[in-house]
């Protein structure tokens, strides 16, 4: 570790061994967040021992060899196996090509090192621009992206942010406004998950439509960006979008949302689209399948469209204009939790 004080990782940033440090922190920040319970011991052991290798004569002639090097000397130290390969395992994805780290800990490990990096270069102004990326912070981004979308794991990335972002103020790093910071992150984080799913073929306005709010979960965008793929081309598809897309499109009208009030309901259409709507929702937060999520909302077509047929939704009445528009509202948001709709071209 002393070795490790006289190499600075950045001026601004400190040496490795407070890179290391903090990385050690974020690994059981994010070991606890994941419910890792087994893994975090030995995933701690890894973020501390990571970098140890870079002081080597081997790893200092064939910086190329950083990693693979590291795991060959804890083996050797008698570390365990586990904990020598997440050594290697935590610079990938190497490249574009490359594969996630394959073991939970070295995926860990992987992602604390590449959110460490992020926040710390972002907390100092050092954001890339144009084609100007120095520290590579694209293929770190990617990274992340790639990793929580391969592993599946229930972390938010706005969560992921948070975690890389925690205590940056107190240890002098942060030179930013940290919403700000947190903005841009996310805008950047954004245009790699945009990058992903157009490698992968997904059309463009799909593509919006998954992403026009929070990003959440990156593996449930990458699915529900998948599963309107799917159904584009299928009978009845333009139909069921234009459907929600008329709830989504008049919900922005809602200026005072109440709460929906079944006794105001002036005829059977409004009253069938509330009890399909109840179901739907039900159905829909109880399930993890993006598919059948997506299937429940577009069964609320058969409501909604004798509903628009017989209700006039921005009607003269405050008190009805308003318990219509917080419905509309309601579902509106259970849709966008999905996608923008409205987004899609129809054709």
Known sequence: MKKLDSIVYHEEIGTLAEKTARVTEVTGA???????????????RTAAIAKFDLVSNMVYEFPEL????GEKYALLKGEAKEVAAAINEHYMPRHADDNVPPSIIGAV???AEKIDTLSSFFAIGVIPTGSQDPYALRRQASGVVQILAEKKWNISLEELIALGLKGLES????KRDLEEVKADMFTFFKARVKHLLQEQQIRY?????????????????VER????????????FKESMEALSRVMN????????????PGAFENDQENALYVKYQ?????????EDENERFEQLVSLQSEIEPYFENTMVMAEDEAIRNNRLSLMKEISDLVAGFAAMNKIILT
């Open 30 to 44: 994010l070991a606890d967040a994941l419910n890792l319970k087994a893994e975090k011991e030995m995933a701690l």
């Open 66 to 69: 950083q990693g693979y090097m």
């Open 109 to 111: 490990v992987s992602l």
């Open 171 to 174: 240890k002098g790093i942060l």
């Open 205 to 221: 306005d799909l593509i919006d439509a998954v992403l026009h709010n929070e990003i959440g979960y990156i593996h449930s965008i």
């Open 225 to 236: 960006a998948h599963v309107l793929d799917a159904k584009k081309d299928e009978a009845g």
């Open 250 to 261: 008049i919900a922005v009208k809602c200026d005072n949302k109440v709460t929906v009030d």
């Open 279 to 287: 179901k739907v929702a039900k159905r829909y937060n109880e399930s």
